[in-house]
């Protein structure tokens, strides 16, 4: 299984491809596959810019957040998925 993951992360390295393992992914864990090389990819990540979303907030920090509904529906979901005041959006526009 690890040779198609290194296939996946090296051939395939987009977001699109993440339904290969979403069901998977707990198997591969008790089975002991190195899920690292999966993981660093861009396979579960995906980056957006929206303009529902603030360019910039009070921490400075990396955050991941799971956000397990539709990845269309995230636009409006940015109190959802960061709700705590440290993500208070910069300057006065309080909307986001």
């Known amino acids: 299984m690890s040779i198609i993951i290194e296939y996946v992360v090296k051939y395939q390295n987009n977001f699109i491809y993440s339904y290969l ?4 992914f707990p198997v591969l864990l008790e089975k002991g596959i190195e899920v690292k090389p999966l ?3 861009n ?5 957006f810019d929206l303009d529902e979303w603030p360019s ?3 921490n400075p920090d990396w955050h991941l ?4 509904e539709n990845i269309f529906m995230i636009r409006k979901h940015y109190r959802t998925v960061f709700p705590e ?3 208070d959006p910069m300057g006065d526009d309080d909307s986001a």
Not at 21 to 24: E, G, T, V
Not at 65 to 68: L, T, Y
């Open 65 to 68: 957040r799971a956000f397990n």
């Open 43 to 47: 396979i579960f990540v995906f980056n």
């Open 39 to 41: 993981l660093d990819s």
């Open 85 to 87: 005041e440290e993500f």
């Open 56 to 58: 910039s907030h009070f």
């Open 21 to 24: 393992f979403n069901k998977n």
